[in-house]
C-alpha cells in the first residue's frame, strides 16, 4: 500500500516546511541569508533526546527547553555574526552549524558516535492511543499517521502566526531591512534587534522541526542535521516563492514528492544508475523550475524583478 | 543642412510586459547639434535614453542611427558605433580607481591612445588627476559625475547621450560641465541631453523637446522653449532669469 | 585647483592621518601566522611544528586553488555556484576517460581541463543565460545551482559508478627536507596551486580583459554601455572558472590518490569558506583564504585530536570573520 | 504468494536491498549490490537444481547514508513486497528503519553494520547480523597483535570517525589495556577531509610497537598513503579489521602500505573452499571489483532465501521465524557448493545448517552471531593469505 | 529633561579621515532651531560625510556633536533618527522591493506595532496608529506629485521620483531636524518650487528645523535663512545667503566666475 510511503513524504514536507518557514522568514522577509538553520535543529533535536534520556525529563518539557536553547543559539549567532556583510554572515552560519554537527560528533555528552536513542516512549504511547482512534475509523494500519497529523497542526498553526504577524508593522519594519538596511535604520528602527528578533523565531522554529524529525527517525546522529538539509531548505523555499509563506507549504510538498517520488520509478537499470538517475531527474526538475517559474510558485515577479 | 543622425519614430517601450512608459515618443537629432529634452520627473526621459542606447528594447517605432536602424541591438555595439552614455544613476565603477574606469571608457576605441586620452580628461578635471587611485565607490557625489562624463568622453564619441550631467555639481562645475558640453559640441560630437537644470540647457541647445508622460509634449528650438512661458511655468519653474 | 593640491599634502601630515603605523591585513595576518608559528615551535619542537606547516599548506592549497575558479564566479557573475565542487570531479573524471581512450595521462589531463571548460561554457548557455534573461534573483540561481550540481554529480556516476577510483600516479613518492617529509605530488600541488593564483592575480589586475572582468562585476550595465562585449567577459569567466575547476580536481585527485564522484561536492564547504576569507573575486584571496584553512586545519593537530580539525577549520572562519569583517583582501563601502 | 508449509507449493519472495547507492559511502554502493545479485542467482540457481518451484526477485532502494532516507527507501521496499530487507550499512539507518517499518512488520532486517548498538535496541528478534559485532572483533584483534607482535605492547590507533571506528576502537582499547598492553595513541580522523599527512605522522610518530587502523579500504587508500610518505612506516606492523578484509588488494591501496599488514576477519570453519567459489562467482561476474562486507552480504541473503524455503512462505513474519532453523548448529551443514541440497533439506522443512562464505552463523537471542572462528591473515603480494585462526566469544 | 533653548545643532572641531584624506577636517558650525540652512561648498568638500557624523553613519574621529545638548557624535543611526534628527541620502536609498505607500508607513514613529509585545497586548492601538500614519501619508504623496504611485514598487521610480520619496519619507517621521542631500539634484523645478514652498510651510507650522545641502544657488539664495560653507573638510564662512554670495573667500572656492550667481 503505498499510502504509508505519501504520508512518509508528508510527514517530511511538513518536519521541512516547518523548518523553511524560519529560513523564509530570515531569507525572505529580512534578509537574513541563514545557512546555519540545520545546527538550530540539531540543538533543538539533541536537547531533546538528551533531557529526557540522561536527565529523564519529560518528553514536552524537554521541547520547551529545546526551542529555548535553540533560541539561545540564535541569539549567540547573532550577537556575534550579525554585523557582518551578508555574505559573510551566511558563510559564518554555516560555519556554526558544521560545529554544532562536529562537537555532536566528536563529544561525549552528545553520545558521540553512537548517538541517542530512546527518548521517543511518551510519544509512543500518545501515537498509540491516536492509532487506536484512529482504527475506530479504519486508519488504524497507518503507523506514521499521528505524526503526520502532529506535524501539519504544527506547521499550519506557525504558518498562519507568521502571515499574520507579516502583514503588521513589524512584519514592514522587517522588510524595509530587507531592501535597504542603512536607510530603515536612518528612519529610527533598530535593525540589530529586529535581526535578532527573527534569526532567535527562525531558531526556535528549526528546534520545532528538529524535534519532529527526532521522533520520525527515532535515533539522533549527527548527519541527520547536515547543512544539506538547509539547502534543501533555502530549494523549497525558492520553488514555493521568494517572500511567501504559503510558497513554503507548496514548495514543501512539490519538493519532497520530487525527491522520495523518484524512488517509485522502476528501470532495469543497476541500482547504482538507478539512484543516480534518480538524483538526474530530481535536478533537471529543480532546473526546469526554475527557468519556467523563476518567481517560484507563490512568489511576485514584480518584487523578484525590481530586486537589484 | 546637416543630416539626421538620430530619430525616433513612435517609439514605445517600457520595463514591464503590460506598462509602456514611452507611449511614442519621436526625436530628431542632426549631426552636430546640441539637443535637451526636459520633463517631469518620471516623465520617462531616462526611458528614452537607455532605449537609444539598447539598454531597454523597444517595443514599437523605429530608432535610427544614421538612417540605419539600431534597435535591438546590445549596447556594446550600439556604443561602438559612436554613442557614448552617461547614466543618471549608478555611472562609474564603483570597486575601480578613477583610472581604470576611464581605462575601461576607452573599450569602444582603444586605438586612440590611453595616455593621451588619460591626460586629456586629467586636464579636464583635475580632481580626477588629483585622486586617480581613489576607488570611485569613495567619491563623493559631484565627483562621481565629474568622473562619469569623463569615462563617456574617453572613447571621443560621435554622438553623447547625457542624463542629467550636472546634477549634483557645485556651481563652478555646472559651468565647467556646459562649457565643456559646449566645447565638445564644438569639436562635432552631437548631444543629446536630459537636464532639469533646464533652463541653462536649453538656452545653449539648438532644439529642445519636452516629454510628459512618456509622450511629446513640446518642441522646438532651445532658447525658445525656454522663453515659453506655458512650458516655462509648467516644467521649468517659473521664468528664470 | 592648487588649493587641494596643497591640502593633499596637508593631509598627510595631520596626526589624525588614520595612523601612519596601521598594518594592512595581510600583512597583519602574515605576522600572526609567524608569531603563531613561533609559539608552536617553542611548545612542541621545530620539526613537528615544520611537519604541521607543510602539511597545511599543501591541504590549503587544494582548497585555495579549487577556489579560485569559485570566487571568480562568485565575484563577477555573482552566482553562488554550487555546482562547482562537481566540476572538480569532472575534471578527474574526464582524465579518466580521456586515459581510458588511450591518451597518456599528462595529455589526458590537458584534455580534460578543456573539456571541463567546454562543460561550465555550456552550463552558462543553457543554464545560466536564459535564467539571466528571465530576471533570476541570486536564491533563484542557487536553486538552480542545485539542480545542476546534481544532474552533474550523478550524470557522472550514472556512467562512471560510485566506486572508488584512481588515477594511477605515484602517491607515495616524498621529498625529505631535513625533518620535513613532503609527497612528491602534494609538493607539485601546492606549487601549481602558487603558480596559478599569481597567473589570475595578475591578469585580473592588468590585463584588458581582467580589467573588463572587474568592470562587468562592478556594474553590469555600465560595463555594457561602455562598449564591453558582455556575453564574452560571462563566456571567458566560465571557460577559466571550469579550466581551474578541472586543474584543482585533478590535482586533488592525483594527490590524494583516489576518489569518487563526491569528492567535489565534501570539498564545497570550505572552497566557498576560502573564497569569503580571502575576498569574493579575488584571486589571491582565494589562494590565502585557502592557506590559512588549511594551516589552521593542521596546527590544530598539534594541540588537539584530529577528529576536532575539520571545526577548527570553522570556528576559525568565524573568528577571523569577526576579526576582518572585509576578508584579508576586502575593502569597505562607502555607506552614503 | 505463498500458502502454508507445503513443500510442493509454489514460492515468490522478494528480497529488500538497502544499498548505499548515494551519499557519503556510495562507494560501498556497486559492489554491496553485486553481492545481493550475486546472491539472488544463487539462490534461483539452487531452487531450480532442487527442482523446487520459487522465485527470488531483488530489489533495492537507495538509503542515501542517512537514517532518515534509509526509512523512505524501506518504505519503498516494503511497498514492492520486500519480505526481508538487507542492509543498510550504518547502525543510524538501521536503527531508523527498525523502528520506522520493518519492527512493526516483522521483517528481517540484515544490517552490515557492526555497533554493538544495535544489540541494545528492541529489535522483537528482527535484526541479524551476518557480520560479528564490534566487541568479538576487538578480541581477535586483541589475540593476532598478541600473538605477532607480543603481549603488553605499545599500540597506536588511528580510525575513521564514524560509529564503526568509534566502537572498535573503545573494544580494543578496552582489550587490549586489560591484557596489560598500552594505547599510546588514538588518532581520528575526518575521511572526507582534504590531508591525512598530520594524523599519518602522529600514528608513526607513536613510536608504536603496532598499529591498529580501522577503515575501510576507500579512505585507506589515501591514509595508507599518507603513512608511507610519513617514511618511518612498516607494513608488517599493521593490524586491520574486517572491512579491510578483500581477497585482492584494491589497486587504490599501494603495496607499501598494506602488504606485511595482518587482518583479522569471521572465518569459515569449513575452510576457504567457499570464499574461492564466491570469488570465482565475483570475477565470473565482471564489474567492479570485490571489497569489504561483500561474502557478508551474499550470506545475508541465501539466509533469508533458505528461511523463506524453510518456512514455506514469503510472510515476513514467517521467514523471521525460521532464520535459527537454517542455521542450526549440529544440523546437516550445506555452503555455496551445495545449496540446491540445502533448498531441498530445507523444504522438506528440516533444519539446516548454512555455513556461509562468510563462516557459520550461530545467532544469538539478539539476532548477533554468538562466537566466532577469527581468520588471521596477512596480505602477501597484494593478496590475502590466511595464516591462522582464533577462536572469539 | 526639556530641551535648552540654544542652537538644535552644535559641532565642534569635528574630523573625519579616510585612508589619511581627511574629509572633514576640524568642522564647528551651530544650526538654530527652526531655521532653513543650507551648506553649501565645492565637491568633495565633506558635506556628506559630515551629514553622515551627523547622523551617526559615521564616528567622528574627533570633536563633539551635540544634538539639542546632547552629545550624539557615534550613536547608532537609528537612536539618533528617534531623537528627531533624519536625513535623506545624496545617492537614493528608496526600499525597492517595498511599494511607495510602504516606504512611508514605514517612517512613521511610534508605532506601537512595530514591537512584538505591543502588537500582541494591544493591536487596536497599533491599528490605530496605522490608520493615522496612512492618512498623513496620502497627503505628503500629493505634496510630492507621488500620490498615482503609491501602489508601485519604489523600485520602479524614476531618478527624481526616488528622490521626492526619500524627502516624503523623511517628513513622515515627524522629525524635528531633517538634514537634506540635494534635494533639488534631478527634481524637476516645478515641483522643486512646490516642495520648497511645502518645507517652507513645515517651518512655519511645526518648527521643523532643516539642514540641507544644495548646489543650485538659486534655491539656496531664496530659500535659506543661513547658509555654512565648508570647503576641504573645514568651514569657511557662515552668514546670511548676501553676505556669504560677497565673501571672496567663497567666491574663490565654491562659486567660480560670478555670473553663475543668478541676482
Ligand atoms: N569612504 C571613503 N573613503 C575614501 N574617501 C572618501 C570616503 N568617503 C568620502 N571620501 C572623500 O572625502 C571627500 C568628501 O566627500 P563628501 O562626499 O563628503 O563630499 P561632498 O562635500 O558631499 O561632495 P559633493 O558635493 O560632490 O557631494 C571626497 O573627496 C571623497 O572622495
Ligand atoms: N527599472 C524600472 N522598472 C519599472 N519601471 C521603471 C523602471 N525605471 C523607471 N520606471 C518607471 O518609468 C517611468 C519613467 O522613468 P524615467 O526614469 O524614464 O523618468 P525620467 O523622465 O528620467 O525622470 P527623472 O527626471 O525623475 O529622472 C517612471 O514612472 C518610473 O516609475
Ligand atoms: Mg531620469
Ligand atoms: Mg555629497
Redesign the interface.
Known sequence: MSVDFWINVGVLAGIYGIFTLGLQLNAGFIGLLNFGQAGFMAIGAYAVGLLVVDFGWSLWLALLAGILLAVIGGLFVGISSLRLRSDHFAIATIAFAEIVRYVLQNAEFSGGNQGVLGYDEEWRTLSDWALAKLALIGLGDYTQLPLFIAVWLAFLVLLAVLIV?QG???G??L??I???E??????????FAYKL?SLAIAAALAAVAGFFVALNVTFLYPSVFDPTFTFFGYAMLVLGGF?SYGGVVLGGILFWTLLEGTRLFDTALSAGQQASLRFIIVGFFLLLLSRLRPQGLLGNR??MR??? | MSGEVLVTRDLVAG?VPQVDILNGVSIVVAEGEIVTVV?????GK?TLLKALIGLVAPKGGSILLAGRPISGLPPSAIVRQGLGYVP??ENVFESMPIEENLEIGLKPRPGLGLRRRLDAMYALFP?LGERRRQVAG??????R??LAMARALMPEPKILLL??PT??????????MFEQVAAVNRSGVTILMVE????RALAMSHRGYVLDLGRNAHEGAGPALARDPKVA??????L?? | MA??NE??KA??L?P???G?LRLSRPVLLLLVIVVLFAALVALYGFDATAQATVNGLVAGGYLGLGAIGLSLILGILKLVNFAHGDLLVAGAYFTILFGWLGLPLVVAMLFAMIATAALAVLTEKVVWQPLRQAGAGTLQLFLSAIGLALVLRFGIQFFAGSQVRTLGADIVSSITIGPIHLGTLQAVALVTGLVVMAVVGLALRFTGIGKEMRAFADNRALAEVSGINTRRIIDVTWAASGFLAALAGILYAVAIGSFNPNFGVTLLLSLFAATVLGGIGNAYGALIGGLVIGLSQEWSTLLLNARWKPAVGFALLILMLLLMPQGIFGKARR?? | TATGPAAAASLDLTIGALLESTGPLSELGPPHEKATKLAVEAANKAAKDAGFDATVTLTSADSQGDPQAALSAARTLVDKNAACIVGPATTPESISVLNGITLQRKISLWPTATSTRLRTVKDGGTIFRTVPADDLQAKALVLAIEKHIGKGKNVAIAYRNEPYGDALSKGFTKNWEDEGGKVVATVVYDPQQASFDSEAGQVVASNADAYVVIDYPETYAKFGAALVRTGKFDAKKLFVPDAMAFAKVPDSIPGEAINGAYGVAAGAPTGTESVALFNKLWDEAGGVPNTSLTANIFDATILCFLSSVEAGSAEPGAITGKVRSVTQEGAPQFTIANLGDAVKAASAGKPIDYVGVSGAFRFMENGDPSSSPYDVFQYQDGKQVTIEQVQVQ | MTAPAGPILEVRGA?K??????AV?GASFDVERGSITAL??????G???M??LL????RP??GTIRLAGRDIAGM????I??LGL??T??????????SVM??M???A?N?P????AA?ILSPGR?RA??AAARESAIGLLATF?LAA?AGD?A???????R??LEIA??LM?GPSIVLL??PM?????????DILDHIAALRSARGTTFLFVE????VVMTRADKVIVMA?GRVIATGTPAGIRADPAVVE?????PH????
Open positions: 504577524l503588521t508593522p513589524w514592514r519594519v522588510r524595509g530587507r531592501e535597504d542603512d536607510a530603515t535604520a536612518a528612519l529610527g528602527k533598530n535593525v528578533q517572500a514584480a518584487e525590481v530586486r537589484p | 520595463y520633463g517631469p520627473n518620471g516623465a531616462s543618471q544613476r580632481r569613495s567619491l563623493s557625489g559631484g565627483e559625475q565629474m542624463d542629467e546634477a549634483g555639481l557645485a556651481p563652478r562645475f555646472v559651468d565647467l532639469q537644470n533646464a533652463a511655468d509648467l516644467y521649468l519653474g517659473g528664470h532669469g | 588649493g587641494s591640502a593633499g593631509d598627510a595631520q589624525h592621518g588614520a601612519t555607506r552614503s | 574630523v579621515a579616510f585612508d589619511g584624506l581627511l577636517a553649501i561648498g565645492p565637491n568633495g568638500a558635506k556628506t560625510t551629514f553622515d547622523s551617526g553613519f559615521g574621529d574627533a547608532a543611526p537609528y537612536r533618527a528617534n533624519v536625513r541620502f545624496q545617492l537614493t536609498r528608496v526600499l525597492a522591493g517595498m510602504d516606504n508607513l514605514l517612517a514613529r508605532q506595532g512595530e514591537h512584538l502588537l497599533s496608529a496605522e506629485g504611485k514598487y523600485g520602479a521610480l524614476s531618478g527624481g521620483q528622490k521626492l519619507r523623511a517621521t542631500d540635494e539634484a534631478g527634481v524637476n523645478p516645478t515641483l522643486g518650487r548646489h543650485d544657488m538659486d576641504q572656492a565654491y562659486l567660480g566666475t553663475a550667481v543668478a541676482p
